[in-house]
Each structure stands twice: as C-alpha cells, then as structure tokens.
C-alpha cells in the first residue's frame, strides 16, 4: 500500500504579507484552515506542517497539528518539502501553500487516486478556469499565477502575466477567445521526482518569475494538470481576507 504524505511549508518572512499564515481568521491561525483541509483527504495518511520558525510550530502544536523542523536554507516551499520528507518512507508527497484556502479532500483524492494507477505521473498540479466578473482583473493580477495546458493535459509554461497573449481582442473579450487558467498552489509529487527538484539548479525563468514549478519545466521534467471548479483563494494581503466568500 503507497504511503501519502501532505507536507504544508510555512515561514514568516512574506513579502507581501508578513507573518501570514499566523494571521487570526475565525479565533485561529490561517494556517490551521489550510491544515484543515488538507486533514480531510481519505488518501492521505500523515499531515505535517514544515517550518524553520518556532513560533509557527507552536501554534500548530497548540491546534494539534505535527511538525518537522527545517532549515532556513530552502528557497522555496518545494525545497522546504523535499528537505521534510528526506529521512521519511513515503511514496507520494503533496506539497500544498500555507495561504491556500477553500481545498477540500475530494480535490486532492482524485489526483492521488491518478497517480496511484499511473505510474508515469511523476508531478502534478492543479488549476481553475478563470471566468465570472471579476475575470479581467485576475488576468492583470500578477499574484494570480497562469497556466497554459497541453492537449494532453500538462503543464506548457506558467506566468504571472496573462498568457498567452491574444490577438485582435478588440472585437471581443480575451476570456471568449481563449480557456485562460489559473494555477492552484498544490503540487503532488512522487518521492523521487520531489528529492530530485532540490537537487537541481534554479532556473532563470524560475528566477525571473518568482515561479518555483517553472525549474521543473526549464530542465525538461513534466507537470500534469488537473482542473476544478472549487473556488480556492490564494491569500496575498489582508483585504484579500476581509473580502472572503469561501466557506472554510
């Protein structure tokens, strides 16, 4: 039987929201939400939280959470996950964002359940049709992180730009024209390909972007996509926050 862990990377030090995932939402961290959630998964058989701070382990031990300890040398929270699970026995592992809110354990099952049957699934992740009202406004965000897919159903470039670009949308709108995507900050990887993301070098679009999943794709790997319909808030500021609508 294939052991899955979910790891949730979590430091204090954000750039545009600090000390986010410690943030007070309903009388608890934002971070035990998205522990919540992924705690909900039938697939998965251990949670933990990874963290260089202290301060964050604590308040996940005191909603009950389990945490390994990491280094403050990962760059990203894919290195921070790759560093958690190096002394674990585990088949696949979930790498999902500490400000991820709004997953649920079916979403996360079903891609669990594809590459437990195929085998040639090495990393995966998930994105949502950008469509309703406020469309034009997460194509010019650059939080919003976008997504072209292959005919095949992976991952061909990610962006904080709008891509790809559209021609002669004068007459029309950009979303009629074209299924943009946007991207879910959840990737799941087999152990290997995970272990062997830390061991490579960062990329330069990797670098330019601020997009950890584009080294995968700059030395060749691929990532398959899965959509879903669930609206999944990725919490960039604390108006984000004061504006949400997703049932936690």
């Known amino acids: 039987m294939a052991r ?34 992924v705690s909900r998964s039938r697939l998965i058989d251990r949670v933990f939280v990874a963290t260089d701070s202290v301060e964050i382990a604590r308040a996940v031990n005191d909603f009950g959470g389990a945490v390994i300890m990491t ?23 979930i790498n999902v964002q500490a400000d991820n809110l709004g997953l649920t354990g079916a979403v996360l099952d079903r891609v669990i359940k594809a590459m437990l049957s195929d085998k040639s699934i090495a990393c995966a992740t998930l ?52 299924p943009f995507l946007e991207h879910i900050g959840v990737y799941f990887f087999r152990r290997k390909a995970l272990l062997e993301y830390a061991g490579q070098a960062r990329g330069r ?33 604390k108006t984000a926050l004061k504006n949400l609508r997703i049932k936690l």
């Open 4 to 37: 899955v862990t979910a790891i949730i990377p979590a430091r204090l030090a954000s750039k545009r929201f600090s000390r986010k995932v410690l943030h007070p939402l309903n009388d608890k961290p934002l971070i035990y939400h998205v522990w919540k959630s």
């Open 71 to 93: 280094s403050a040398r990962p760059r990203n929270g894919t290195e921070r996950a790759a560093e958690a699970v190096a002394e674990l026995r585990t088949d696949l592992v």
């Open 127 to 178: 994105a949502r049709k950008i469509e309703g009202r406020d469309w034009k406004k997460k194509l010019e965000n650059s939080n919003v992180v976008k997504v072209i897919g292959s005919p095949d159903g992976h991952a061909l470039w990610f962006s904080r730009h709008p891509i790809p670009y559209i021609q002669q949308s004068a007459k029309k709108r950009a979303i009629d024209l074209f």
């Open 205 to 237: 679009a990797e670098a330019a972007e601020s997009l950890e999943q584009l080294r995968i794709i700059e030395h060749g790997g691929r990532i398959k996509l899965f959509t879903t319909r669930i609206d999944i808030l990725s919490v960039d500021s």
